[in-house]
Protein backbone atom coordinates (compact mmCIF):
# COMPACT_ATOMS: atom_id res chain seq x y z
CA UNK A 1 0.00 0.00 0.00
CA UNK A 2 1.39 3.62 -0.90
CA UNK A 3 -0.24 6.35 1.57
CA UNK A 4 0.28 10.22 0.95
CA UNK A 5 0.29 12.33 3.92
CA UNK A 6 -1.39 16.24 2.54
CA UNK A 7 -2.43 19.49 4.16
CA UNK A 8 -1.59 23.13 3.96
CA UNK A 9 1.39 24.41 6.53
CA UNK A 10 0.99 24.73 10.25
CA UNK A 11 -1.82 21.53 10.73
CA UNK A 12 0.24 19.49 12.34
CA UNK A 13 1.09 17.03 9.18
CA UNK A 14 4.09 15.96 10.62
CA UNK A 15 3.25 15.60 14.46
CA UNK A 16 0.48 13.45 13.19
CA UNK A 17 3.01 11.09 10.56
CA UNK A 18 5.29 11.00 13.51
CA UNK A 19 2.64 9.45 15.95
CA UNK A 20 1.33 6.94 12.60
CA UNK A 21 4.99 5.88 12.84
CA UNK A 22 5.54 5.65 16.42
CA UNK A 23 2.05 3.39 16.14
CA UNK A 24 3.33 1.25 13.58
CA UNK A 25 6.49 0.58 15.08
CA UNK A 26 4.69 -0.58 17.97
CA UNK A 27 2.40 -2.70 16.38
CA UNK A 28 5.33 -4.58 14.87
CA UNK A 29 4.47 -3.14 11.54
CA UNK A 30 6.41 -2.63 8.41
CA UNK A 31 6.74 0.43 6.37
CA UNK A 32 9.41 2.78 4.45
CA UNK A 33 8.73 6.41 5.43
CA UNK A 34 9.70 9.11 3.09
CA UNK A 35 9.40 12.81 2.58
CA UNK A 36 8.79 15.37 -0.47
CA UNK A 37 10.87 17.30 -1.32
CA UNK A 38 13.63 14.85 -0.50
CA UNK A 39 14.67 11.56 1.13
CA UNK A 40 17.11 10.74 -1.86
CA UNK A 41 20.56 12.52 -1.94
CA UNK A 42 20.08 13.93 -5.63
CA UNK A 43 16.19 14.81 -4.58
CA UNK A 44 17.27 16.63 -1.61
CA UNK A 45 20.16 18.82 -3.53
CA UNK A 46 16.97 19.53 -5.15
CA UNK A 47 15.14 20.68 -2.18
CA UNK A 48 17.77 23.09 -1.36
CA UNK A 49 17.35 24.77 -4.80
CA UNK A 50 13.62 25.10 -4.20
CA UNK A 51 13.27 26.26 -0.65
CA UNK A 52 16.35 28.31 -1.11
CA UNK A 53 14.89 32.06 -0.07
CA UNK A 54 17.66 33.48 -2.61
CA UNK A 55 15.57 32.18 -5.70
CA UNK A 56 12.76 34.63 -5.38
CA UNK A 57 12.94 34.30 -9.45
CA UNK A 58 12.08 31.22 -9.85
CA UNK A 59 9.12 30.69 -12.54
CA UNK A 60 6.38 28.39 -11.58
CA UNK A 61 7.41 26.22 -14.48
CA UNK A 62 10.86 25.55 -13.51
CA UNK A 63 9.41 24.92 -9.68
CA UNK A 64 7.12 22.41 -10.92
CA UNK A 65 9.94 20.61 -13.11
CA UNK A 66 12.23 20.61 -10.08
CA UNK A 67 9.50 18.94 -7.54
CA UNK A 68 8.31 16.81 -10.61
CA UNK A 69 12.47 15.86 -10.45
CA UNK A 70 12.86 14.90 -6.91
CA UNK A 71 9.69 13.27 -7.03
CA UNK A 72 11.58 10.85 -10.01
CA UNK A 73 14.02 9.75 -8.30
CA UNK A 74 12.73 9.21 -5.18
CA UNK A 75 10.23 7.09 -7.17
CA UNK A 76 12.99 5.04 -9.16
CA UNK A 77 15.11 4.38 -5.82
CA UNK A 78 12.85 4.25 -2.76
CA UNK A 79 9.35 3.81 -4.02
CA UNK A 80 8.83 1.75 -6.56
CA UNK A 81 11.24 -0.99 -5.41
CA UNK A 82 9.54 -1.02 -2.08
CA UNK A 83 6.08 -1.29 -2.96
CA UNK A 84 6.90 -4.22 -5.37
CA UNK A 85 8.72 -6.06 -2.79
CA UNK A 86 5.18 -5.50 -0.79
CA UNK A 87 5.87 -2.96 1.38
CA UNK A 88 3.82 -0.55 2.76
CA UNK A 89 5.29 3.41 1.71
CA UNK A 90 4.31 6.78 3.58
CA UNK A 91 4.96 9.62 2.27
CA UNK A 92 5.22 12.98 3.33
CA UNK A 93 3.60 14.90 0.59
CA UNK A 94 3.24 13.93 -3.09
CA UNK A 95 1.67 14.52 -5.90
CA UNK A 96 -1.53 15.70 -4.62
CA UNK A 97 1.06 18.70 -3.39
CA UNK A 98 2.09 19.72 -6.57
CA UNK A 99 -1.19 19.57 -8.08
CA UNK A 100 -2.45 22.25 -4.90
CA UNK A 101 0.76 24.47 -4.89
CA UNK A 102 2.24 24.88 -8.60
CA UNK A 103 -1.47 23.94 -10.23
CA UNK A 104 -3.69 25.94 -8.54
CA UNK A 105 -2.08 28.34 -6.38
CA UNK A 106 1.20 29.27 -8.90
CA UNK A 107 -1.56 29.14 -11.43
CA UNK A 108 -0.33 26.72 -13.93
CA UNK A 109 -3.36 24.52 -14.03
CA UNK A 110 -4.02 20.98 -12.81
CA UNK A 111 -3.55 19.18 -16.29
CA UNK A 112 -0.22 20.63 -16.79
CA UNK A 113 1.29 19.62 -13.62
CA UNK A 114 -0.65 15.82 -13.70
CA UNK A 115 1.05 15.55 -17.19
CA UNK A 116 4.62 16.34 -16.04
CA UNK A 117 4.13 14.08 -12.93
CA UNK A 118 2.74 11.47 -14.86
CA UNK A 119 6.01 11.10 -16.51
CA UNK A 120 8.04 11.38 -12.97
CA UNK A 121 5.84 8.71 -11.20
CA UNK A 122 5.20 6.63 -13.96
CA UNK A 123 2.40 3.73 -11.95
CA UNK A 124 3.51 5.19 -8.62
CA UNK A 125 -0.14 6.83 -7.60
CA UNK A 126 -1.66 6.38 -3.95
CA UNK A 127 -3.46 4.30 -2.70
CA UNK A 128 -5.07 6.63 0.13
CA UNK A 129 -4.14 10.06 0.86
CA UNK A 130 -4.64 11.70 4.02
CA UNK A 131 -5.62 14.85 3.78
CA UNK A 132 -5.31 17.20 6.89
CA UNK A 133 -8.40 19.58 6.84
CA UNK A 134 -7.20 22.74 7.95
CA UNK A 135 -7.60 26.03 6.28
CA UNK A 136 -4.95 27.94 6.15
CA UNK A 137 -6.23 30.97 8.21
CA UNK A 138 -7.31 28.84 10.94
CA UNK A 139 -3.67 27.47 11.02
CA UNK A 140 -1.76 30.14 10.28
CA UNK A 141 -0.34 31.46 13.44
CA UNK A 142 1.78 28.52 14.56
CA UNK A 143 4.21 28.23 11.36
CA UNK A 144 8.03 29.12 11.60
CA UNK A 145 8.22 31.51 8.27
CA UNK A 146 11.59 30.82 7.38
CA UNK A 147 12.05 28.97 4.15
CA UNK A 148 10.34 30.63 0.73
CA UNK A 149 7.58 29.32 0.42
CA UNK A 150 6.16 29.66 3.99
CA UNK A 151 6.77 33.61 3.21
CA UNK A 152 4.09 33.88 0.73
CA UNK A 153 0.97 35.66 1.28
CA UNK A 154 -2.10 34.04 3.07
CA UNK A 155 -3.88 34.20 -0.09
CA UNK A 156 -1.59 31.85 -1.74
CA UNK A 157 -1.79 29.10 1.41
CA UNK A 158 -5.91 29.76 0.34
CA UNK A 159 -5.32 28.71 -3.20
CA UNK A 160 -3.45 25.87 -1.93
CA UNK A 161 -6.69 24.63 0.43
CA UNK A 162 -9.27 25.64 -2.69
CA UNK A 163 -6.76 23.21 -5.01
CA UNK A 164 -6.10 20.37 -2.47
CA UNK A 165 -10.16 20.09 -2.14
CA UNK A 166 -10.89 20.65 -5.59
CA UNK A 167 -8.09 17.50 -6.03
CA UNK A 168 -9.83 15.80 -3.06
CA UNK A 169 -13.12 16.22 -4.97
CA UNK A 170 -11.91 14.93 -8.41
CA UNK A 171 -10.19 11.64 -6.62
CA UNK A 172 -12.92 11.10 -3.61
CA UNK A 173 -11.77 7.80 -3.71
CA UNK A 174 -8.47 7.77 -2.82
CA UNK A 175 -8.83 10.46 -0.88
CA UNK A 176 -9.53 10.54 3.51
CA UNK A 177 -10.15 14.07 4.94
CA UNK A 178 -9.49 14.07 8.08
CA UNK A 179 -10.54 17.66 10.26
CA UNK A 180 -7.87 18.51 13.14
CA UNK A 181 -9.74 17.86 16.64
CA UNK A 182 -8.30 20.15 19.51
CA UNK A 183 -6.42 16.64 21.15
CA UNK A 184 -3.51 15.47 18.21
CA UNK A 185 -4.65 12.11 20.41
CA UNK A 186 -7.91 12.39 18.95
CA UNK A 187 -6.99 13.53 15.57
CA UNK A 188 -4.17 10.43 15.44
CA UNK A 189 -7.02 8.31 15.92
CA UNK A 190 -9.42 9.11 13.53
CA UNK A 191 -5.94 8.60 10.86
CA UNK A 192 -5.46 5.00 12.34
CA UNK A 193 -9.42 4.31 12.36
CA UNK A 194 -9.77 5.48 8.54
CA UNK A 195 -6.22 3.68 7.00
CA UNK A 196 -7.59 0.49 8.87
CA UNK A 197 -10.60 0.67 7.04
CA UNK A 198 -9.08 0.80 4.14
CA UNK A 199 -6.63 -1.95 4.47
CA UNK A 200 -3.60 0.17 4.45
CA UNK A 201 -2.47 -0.79 8.19
CA UNK A 202 -3.66 -3.31 10.98
P1 LIG B 1 8.50 21.42 4.04
O1 LIG B 1 9.32 22.27 4.96
O2 LIG B 1 8.83 19.98 3.92
O3 LIG B 1 6.96 21.65 4.36
P2 LIG B 1 5.93 20.87 5.28
O4 LIG B 1 6.58 20.64 6.59
O5 LIG B 1 4.78 21.83 5.34
O6 LIG B 1 5.58 19.59 4.54
O7 LIG B 1 8.58 22.14 2.61
C1 LIG B 1 7.95 21.64 1.53
C2 LIG B 1 7.31 22.79 0.79
O8 LIG B 1 7.21 22.45 -0.58
C3 LIG B 1 5.91 23.10 1.27
O9 LIG B 1 5.73 24.48 1.29
C4 LIG B 1 5.03 22.52 0.17
C5 LIG B 1 5.89 22.63 -1.03
N1 LIG B 1 5.64 21.63 -2.10
C6 LIG B 1 5.17 22.06 -3.34
O10 LIG B 1 4.92 23.26 -3.55
N2 LIG B 1 4.99 21.14 -4.33
C7 LIG B 1 5.28 19.82 -4.15
O11 LIG B 1 5.11 19.01 -5.09
C8 LIG B 1 5.77 19.39 -2.87
C9 LIG B 1 6.09 17.95 -2.62
C10 LIG B 1 5.94 20.33 -1.88
Known amino acids: ?92 RYIDSSVAYQGYARGLGREAVERVNAFAMRTAMPDVTVFIDLRPSAAFRSVSRNDRLEMEALAFHDKVYEGYLAQAAASAGRFVLVRPEKDRADTHRKIVAALRERGAIK
Not at 54 to 70: C, H, Q, V
Not at 80 to 89: E, K, M, N, S, W
Open 1 to 92: MFVTFEGCEGVGKSTQLKLLRDYLERTGQDAVYVREPGSTDISEQIRSIILDPKNRDMTPETEALLYAAARAQLVSSVIRPALDAGRTVICD
